[in-house]
């Protein structure tokens, strides 16, 4: 009887030390996770000029991350599909890339781009942020075409977030849409 009690024991410490092991791995390193346990969410896309062949126009991107969340965000990639038409091309100026705390509409502080990277055979631009953006934050991405498409109609642009982390994950968090018009129908935002 004592031999048995001595097991129970032993497999009872042992199913313990087992479940609790991970989870205190994962909450001593929270920082090092490189995913987003409750992921950002796209909030809006708009345009400043939905004209089509138009330059000076503005796309932006606006971003919000939970609270509840304590992952901050690093990097975000923003792709535009199907781009392989010329007439639907659109060519980012990496450089000129803007984010800042905020809205269009409520624009905070600049967050300092570290990297801008622009892929055009993939029509992609990913943006290093130089600080993270913390949870609970929104934020928005400025993006200044060379000049609006040729072609006008719906565009998709992918959007992926990455945590910070050594290995971090991206998350798509959907496509933003923009409608750009010919001359006679031109509008000036686009959800």
Known sequence: MLKLHRKLVGLSLGWIVLTLSPLSAQSAKPKDRGYFVRPPSLEATRVTQAQVFAQGATYYFTLSL????????????????????????IQFDPTQAEVFVGTPDQKGELIPVREAQFDPDKQTLLLTLDSPVQPGDTVTVALHPKRNPRRDGLYLFGITAFPTGTTPQGQFLGFGRIQFYGDENAAFESD
């Open 66 to 89: 939970p609270n509840h969340d304590n992952t901050p965000l690093q990097q975000i990639s923003i792709a535009q599909q199907d781009a392989a038409n010329r007439a639907r091309f």
